[in-house]
């Protein structure tokens, strides 16, 4: 399996977003990914279902749409008929996972659960078998250009393993300080999904950098240590 660059538009310019999609996918942008985030959850407040819209009118590459929001379930749908192709959600915020998951799916997209960097990855283990992918915060949610927590390297390796064990062979990303440093490390650890967003979009070549994250990415994948 290759890695997949995920570029978050979080750090881009919000008044010239086609322009910065249009580039990360020059750069070979696997995926768009969409942080949403509602001021309660996360401090912070970003985006909603239009916006999602307009951007699935430009973008090439699948929508991956990261709800940091208390109570998801309220728009799971609108997310989805804005036209995202991945949604996840927050462990921490939801009592009845089984159900959301499973509602994501049954709008034929794909559900993802998020962990925070305080989570334990036993939370996960009622859910290994459903999920359609995992995505490990390696930072705490709410901002872009943060640094990265080392621990989540190794946080990374468990994700795999419990995944492993319940036979489902859904990727994991990683969120958070990815750069062309830790892009190598998450990858070696197993990560298949890097999200990157100031690594991408503060640099005064977008494209360039996407393509150079992921080369850094994919060498890390052929290397013997790499999983
Ligand atoms: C943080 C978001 C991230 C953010 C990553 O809460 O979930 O997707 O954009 O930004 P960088 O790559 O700058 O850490
Ligand atoms: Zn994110």
Redesign the pocket.
Known sequence: MSVRIAP?I??ADFAALGDAIAAAERGGADLI?I?V?DGHF?P?ITIGPPVVRSIKRVAKVPLDV?L?IEEPDRYIEAFAEAGASMISVHVEVLPHLHRTVHAIKSLGVRAGVVLNPSTPVVALEEMAADVDYVLV?S????????T?IPRSESKVRAVRALLDRAGNAAPVEI?????RDTAPRVVAAGARIL??????F?TPDPERATRELKAAAQAALATPTAR
Do not use: E, R, Y
């Open positions: 978050s979080l750090s990914h942080d985030m996360v912070n990261h940091m915060m930072v705490n949610p709410g901002f872009g250009g943060q990265f969120d958070g300080g990815i750069d999200v990157a967003g100031s690594a991408i503060h």
